[in-house]
């Protein structure tokens, strides 16, 4: 199993950002997605989920409005769409299919000016 995770950088408050998730090793499409966070110092967060089929989603309080969560799983990859992206949005990213499997790398996202 592997999760792949890029698409991470310095940006500009304001500014945008799209994460991707490349999966394999494991049946994506009937895997719920998670993304997670973990800025220096602090506890790794849920940011993002979105169920079989994308048919639902849900998303941190604090990113609500801001944050996207999709999938396409011809490509069996999960992305996060990151809008209006603040200081506090500094972390790095992680995708996640489950406790079952591994975390990836991570992807570094930083909001500064």
């Known amino acids: 199993v592997q999760l792949v995770e890029s698409g991470g950088g310095l940006v500009q408050p304001g500014g945008s950002l799209k994460l991707s998730c490349v999966t394999s090793?494991?049946?994506?499409?009937?895997?719920?997605m998670r993304w997670y966070r973990q800025a220096p110092g602090k506890e790794r967060d849920m940011v993002a989920f979105?169920?079989?089929?994308?048919?639902?989603?849900d998303y941190l309080d604090s990113v609500k409005g801001r944050f996207t969560i999709s999938r396409d799983d011809a490509k069996n990859t999960v992305y996060l769409h990151m809008n209006n992206l603040k200081p506090e949005d500094t972390a790095v990213y992680y995708c996640?299919?489950?406790?079952?499997?591994?975390w990836g790398q991570g992807t570094q996202v930083a909001v500064s000016t």
């Open positions: 996640n299919a489950g406790a079952r499997y591994p």
């Open positions: 090793g494991f049946t994506f499409s009937t895997s719920p």
């Open positions: 979105i169920s079989i089929g994308g048919r639902s989603t």
